[in-house]
């Protein structure tokens, strides 16, 4: 039986962190192809804020467990407005990394801009446009996956794991791939000004 690299096979895991919602998106690429494997959102609910990070913790870890993801990629985000909410969503991130690496999985950081830039062809895209070049992508309906809806947090995460794998090489090896793959500095130096110059803020803090 071929192993996945042999067969040049990589199962990606792709985390969109949000303290409320947090979504996960696992795909397939298979040479130069794509394929979704699974996709869900994790409520953390309206307890103590430590009761919401265990959540987030525990659920992601399962998800580790139960898919077994060769790469994690996770959105880096940024809050300008609330510093509540940029704290909030920083920890849930925190908790969602934690879990990955607690499971010893390799992970890689990638900046909303660079996911839409590489899954829409440009920065600015609106959740409807991820969304749509994302069912294109995988080959599923926009609404559904079977009985399953596909919402914007799921679909920001499947967004993450393809622009994870899009820049991956088709002749990928395991070993060269770093645990963590962070962006340079004037990436982000470059984003945030764009944001506060936008007015930009995340939309799963509610």
């Known amino acids: 039986m071929l192993t996945n690299q042999e067969r040049r096979s990589i199962t990606i895991l792709g985390i969109d962190p949000g303290l409320r919602h947090t979504g996960y998106g696992i795909i397939e ?16 609910g309206e307890g103590a804020l430590s009761d919401r990070l265990a959540k ?19 959105e880096i985000v940024f809050v300008n407005i609330n510093p509540k909410s940029s704290l909030a969503l920083g920890q849930a991130r925190g908790a969602a990394i934690c879990a990955l690496s607690e499971s010893n999985k390799k992970i ?74 962070n962006k340079p500095l004037s990436i982000f130096k470059q984003q945030h000004r764009r944001r506060i110059a936008t007015r930009w803020k995340s939309v799963d803090i509610q």
């Open 108 to 181: 890689t950081e990638i900046t909303a801009l660079q996911i839409k830039q590489r899954v829409t062809g440009h920065g600015r895209a609106t959740k409807k446009q991820i969304k749509k070049m994302v069912s294109r992508f995988l080959r599923l309906d926009v609404n559904t996956n079977g009985s399953k809806k596909i919402t914007n947090d799921s679909a920001d995460a499947l967004a993450c794991a393809i622009a994870c794998a899009m820049q991956l090489p088709i002749d990928y090896q395991f070993e060269n791939y770093p645990k963590q793959n």
């Open 56 to 74: 987030i913790f525990g659920d992601v870890r399962k998800v580790v467990q139960d898919y077994q993801p060769d790469l994690c990629a996770i």
């Open 29 to 44: 690429k298979i040479e130069n192809k794509l394929f979704p494997i699974a996709f869900g959102v994790i409520t953390s």
